[in-house]
């Protein structure tokens, strides 16, 4: 940064050169617009960005399969709900359908961004929800449980089967199918979810219905 000095009273403050403050002033636009995104920006995948040691966020073309796949389960004005799969919810968003109505489940507060359709949720406390969720009151669940494990699987079960008509879209390890058969009736589906970075273990999706996902590999 090069500063200047005359001997005006007006100029005795250092001045910015041309470059630093257009350095500065991008630097501004973008910390705004990450805290006050627009209606087209803020349904973006990764424009909240991912936790790396607990959150993974799908690759824009499994976001888009997932969203097209539950639009369909859902049927004509459906109602859709996201539990701990955030964005699958964005991409639903940002398909601009407003003949379906989604919901998003979702324990990271910063999505509260979404206004009414965000619902703070606590696998912990699996039915521990605002009176307006009324039980099954949903046509299609997407879930991705937080964490690989039996408990937290178990637990997110029981939001599943409280929130859905029927239909279940389950995202989570391969390791899981046969506690996931077990708790929620569903199989394993041929296709195969990406992530925007590489996850140690083997992810799939699973579901109990007639699905798309079943019939591409």
């Known amino acids: 940064m090069i500063c200047e000095m005359s001997d005006s009273d007006d100029e005795d403050i250092p ?6 403050l257009a350095a500065l002033q991008e630097f501004y636009a973008e910390q705004k617009q990450q805290s006050d995104p627009g209606r087209d920006d803020k349904y973006n995948i990764g424009i909240i960005e991912e936790n790396w040691l607990s959150q993974f966020w799908y690759s824009q073309d499994t976001a888009l399969r997932l969203a097209t ?10 109602r ?52 307006k969720i009324a039980t099954h009151s949903f046509d299609i669940v997407i879930a991705d449980p937080p964490y690989l494990s039996k408990e937290c699987l178990r637990k997110t079960s029981e939001t599943i089967k409280y929130l859905t008509q029927g239909k279940i879209l389950l995202c989570t390890g391969a390791v899981m199918e046969e506690e996931a058969a077990k708790l929620l009736g569903v199989k394993m589906c041929k296709f195969i979810p990406k992530h925007t970075r590489t996850l140690g273990n083997e992810f799939r999706c699973y579901v109990n219905y007639d699905s798309g996902l079943d019939r591409e590999i």
């Open 15 to 20: 001045q910015l050169s041309s470059h630093a």
């Open 69 to 78: 796949e539950a639009v369909a389960a859902a049927g004509e004005r459906g």
């Open 80 to 131: 859709i709900a996201c539990v701990s799969a955030p964005s699958v919810y964005q991409k639903l968003r940002s398909l601009h359908r407003e003949d379906i109505s989604v919901y998003i489940f979702e324990y990271d507060k910063r999505f509260a961004i979404y206004g009414e359709e965000y619902i703070f949720y606590d696998y912990n406390n699996p039915l521990d929800l605002p009176e």
